[in-house]
């Protein structure tokens, strides 16, 4: 499944990979997302287009807000 929300998005990196959202995982993920040049996220742009990586990315940053997170 292609998570369409942010709820989504966090119960697939939570729950169904198992990782925790931690500040040093947001920050690893936003380098990689920011960088329109980075390998990764050219191919993620093939695939899923630049709607959905903008949605991501945005994801990642709503996630570093998050007052749990952000401890």
Do not use: K
């Amino acid at each position: 499944m292609i998570p369409l929300t942010y709820d989504q998005w966090r119960h697939c990196i939570t729950v169904e990979c198992g990782l925790a959202l931690t500040p040093a995982f947001i920050a690893e993920g936003l380098a990689v997302w920011r960088n329109a040049q980075s390998e990764e996220t050219s191919r993620f742009r093939r695939l899923y287009g630049d709607q959905h990586w903008n949605a991501v990315t945005a994801w990642f940053e709503q996630a570093g807000r998050e007052p749990e997170i952000r401890q």
